[in-house]
């Protein structure tokens, strides 16, 4: 079956602009991860959902970031008024979901590549 | 929360050697292991894993072995290949209330020479 989708593959925005980021999890999947992850740089934690719970918003470095998930489904990051700083690759991953362990096992989609001139 | 440390951030060695990387972990109560290869330009995928009842899992060449009392995990590649070159992230997972999540290490970049 199909894995996990993020658009745009890349995207060029000016500072001050708003972006969002589509991710679109695989079908069934409950648990649904976004991560930042600037050049050269490991994985930065931003936002966790998980089927109907309230998400684990701790990763998100300032409140010009948010996301929500539709349904249970499709997730948008959104950032508002962009600095350079945000220039990265976003990784959005999703699983199965919790309780046996095999089902946290995180299925990563290729990453939107953000540049903030 | 948990907390995963990784060890060292770079690693390079001759083709035919064998590579070791190291996490440690916080939460005495993670019972989940995963790492993940990253290679240049693509998404990271998962290569091995490791629960916490099981002391050492093999496949082909890699191996991960589980210190529960020192908390500490590690990936062992033999015979390395420049293919094996990558960044690699472990993870451990961390209990909260009503749900798990993974915390990833920093990473180890792996460069295996020809």
């Known amino acids: 079956g199909a894995g996990v989708s993020q658009s745009p593959s890349n995207k060029v925005t000016e500072k001050g602009k708003d972006v969002e980021l589509r991710c679109d999890p695989i079908?069934?999947?409950?648990?649904l991860y976004w991560y930042r992850q600037s050049l050269g740089q490991g994985l930065e934690f931003l936002i966790y959902?998980?089927?109907?719970?309230?998400?684990?918003k701790s990763g998100l470095p300032s409140d010009r970031f948010s996301a929500e998930r539709t349904g249970g489904s499709v997730s948008t990051l959104t950032i508002q008024r962009t600095q350079q700083e945000d220039s990265a690759v976003y990784l959005c991953?999703?699983?199965?979901?919790?309780?046996?362990?095999?089902?946290?096992?995180?299925?990563f989609g290729a990453g939107t590549r953000l540049s903030v001139l | 929360g948990e907390n995963v440390e990784q060890h060292p951030s770079t690693l390079s060695v001759q083709e035919g050697d064998s590579a070791v990387i190291k996490c440690t972990y916080s939460?005495?109560?993670?019972?989940?292991f995963p790492w993940y290869k990253q290679e240049l330009g693509k998404r990271p995928q998962l290569i091995i894993d490791?629960?916490?009842?099981?002391g050492e899992k093999k496949d082909q060449r890699i191996a991960v072995t589980l210190n529960k009392t020192a908390k500490h995990f590690s990936l062992h590649i033999t015979e390395t290949q420049p293919e094996d070159s990558a960044v690699y992230f472990c993870?451990?997972?961390?209990?909260?209330?009503?749900?798990?999540?993974?915390?990833f290490g920093t990473g180890t970049r792996l460069l295996v020479s020809p």
């Open positions: 490791i629960r916490s009842n099981v």
């Open positions: 959902f998980q089927g109907n719970s309230a998400p684990d």
């Open positions: 939460d005495s109560a993670s019972n989940y």
């Open positions: 991953a999703s699983s199965s979901g919790t309780g046996r362990l095999a089902k946290n096992i995180q299925y």
């Open positions: 079908s069934g999947h409950t648990a």
């Open positions: 993870a451990g997972l961390k209990r909260n209330t009503g749900f798990q999540k993974l915390v």
